[in-house]
């Protein structure tokens, strides 16, 4: 923050510096998510516990415990987000000030992004230069392991893009800090992705077990091209979204996650099945069909009974379009 740096060379400080960069396969916009998505920091960046102080969509302030290999240090930051290819902070390390700025820039070939983050550690005497130097040191360290916790996360969405989908936050100018704290809005989007049609699927019934696949016994079924996954749950067909219908994150099931549930990684949001078809017993002439919204785009299923008699059809098909 320039009015910080300002202040501190005021008063007779001087600083140390220290550039890093991480370059990859997604956009600079993916790079400004990043930064300006800091509900992530609980699920995904381990080794940091964050309190959010005071939020807009230009300013954040936060209290956060870093741990660098056993040492905890408390941290008190204060960023800002006026520009949309630039994220600045203010923090103080062991007592000394920091001041931070992340570049959010056009990557070397088209499709990529780098991300250059210059630090400022100042200081005024021997000794508080001797701090700055161990914060220097420490901050080069923790870059990595931030960094190899993060960039999967830009990566996915750089992937999601490779696919044709895009995000709704794209339209804006600005990715703040408020753009991604509603977890219950949906902001990826099938734009002008197209959906294979007639993609289809067989179910079978033996007695009273419903399967995918006869021989496997394989009782959930992705169909990555529609970013839907399809799970049998008893005698119900769970029609869920493989990804994330928020920022696209990849779905999960934990220990304490029902069948009937899946878990974001990046944030807290457990998904419900979009729909869910009851598979009958002794009906084997049925077809019904059902209608969900799906990343922004509705979808039509039917799925209907084929072959079998009234007590033990063997196939029956799901249909999208
Ligand atoms: S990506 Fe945000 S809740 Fe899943
Ligand atoms: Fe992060």
Redesign the pocket.
Known sequence: MRIIEQTMTRYGYKHISLKLETVGKYLPTDSEW?YSDTM??EL??KMLDCTQVNISNKDLSTFMIQMIGPFAFPAITLMKHDEPHIHEYTTLIMGRVVTITSEHLDGPEPGTARTVTSYKFYYRNVLSKQIARISRFLIQKNYKI?MD??RPLREHRGLLRHMGLFYTSDLQETHGFLASRSIAEDHVSIGTYSMPKDQYLDIYKTGNYFSFDAKDNVQSRDICTLFLELSLVGKELLVFPSICPHEGAPLCRDGKTSREERKCSWHPRVLKPYTRIALSDSAYIFNQQVKFQHLNRAMSLTIEALDGDSTEWKVARVTFS
């Open positions: 990043n992530h920091a995904i960046h931030v916790e993060d």
